[in-house]
């Protein structure tokens, strides 16, 4: 087990420019983002303007994702953030005595950007979500320009439809890019729109986030939260399509944590 925190500076040469700054702390083969919520509320208005970059939300899924498959670990790779989104793996990192200074929710870091892309009048372009909570979108932040496209189902297995969000988030520049198509497709597509070099603005690899702001569907409760339960309480909310997912997640975590311990 490691007995101190494996901290370090990011590589100028291998990462975006609004990571050079950030020290990177160490666990399951990803280097997590060390700072607060605030700094990195900052360094994303900050690079609103500025060409293409985006952020990542590592969960015990993607940890376990990320395991066989390439193109997410490239896509993590080429992320300017990789910010810790649960508890649960919080306190995996914890015990490994590399722990991460706070958990930041991708729908939490969402609304707050939203509050603030309606203050400032941003434009921000949603990958994914229906046109329905678009409009409820439009409403709750009325002085957001909302560009929309909602890809087919099963689109990522077709060149063309992958092409059209590109093309999408190319030819509708914003502030803020949402990218709520789930993982691991938003954070590949993320990593096209990056490598393609014509995007602008910030993107968001954040899944289900427009569902909650939108109030299509409830979070947990604060108490769940803090307890690290909201796993259980989405789970409860969506049983047949999260039940199976969270039991096979906790059992290939089993040999992935040991290895860390090791």
């Known amino acids: 087990m490691q007995k101190h925190p494996e901290r370090k500076e990011a590589n100028a040469d291998e990462q975006p420019s609004c990571c050079k700054r950030n020290s990177t702390i160490r666990g399951f083969d990803i280097d997590f983002y060390d700072g607060s919520n605030a700094e990195l509320i900052d360094h994303i208005i900050e690079e609103s303007e500025h060409a293409f970059s985006y952020i990542v939300t590592p969960n015990v899924n993607h940890v376990v994702r990320l395991e066989e498959d390439a193109e997410l670990r490239r896509a993590y790779a080429n992320a300017s953030h990789r910010i810790c989104d649960s508890q649960v793996l919080k306190r995996l990192m914890t015990l490994l005595r590399n722990p991460v200074p706070e958990v ?14 309606e203050t400032k009048k941003w ?9 329905s909570e678009i409009r409820t979108m439009r409403q709750l932040y009325p002085n957001v320009r909302f560009f929309h496209h909602n890809p087919p189902m099963g689109f990522f297995d077709h060149p063309q439809a992958v092409q059209a969000c590109l093309d999408f988030v190319i030819h509708h520049p914003a502030e803020l890019v949402v990218l709520a198509v789930g993982c691991p497709r938003q954070e590949i597509l993320a990593r096209l729109i990056q490598a393609d070099g014509r995007a602008q603005g910030v993107g968001l690899c954040v899944g289900a986030s427009i569902d909650f702001l939108s109030g299509k569907v409830k979070r947990a409760p604060r108490w769940m939260q ?9 789970m409860c909310t969506e049983p047949r399509r999260l039940a199976k997912r969270y039991a096979n997640d906790a059992v290939r975590m089993i040999p992935i944590v040991y290895r860390q311990f090791r």
């Open 226 to 234: 803090r307890m690290s339960l909201e796993w259980l309480h989405r």
């Open 123 to 131: 434009r921000v372009t949603v990958i994914g979500s229906d046109a």
């Open 104 to 117: 930041i929710p991708g729908s939490n870091l969402t609304g707050e950007l939203m509050t603030i892309a």
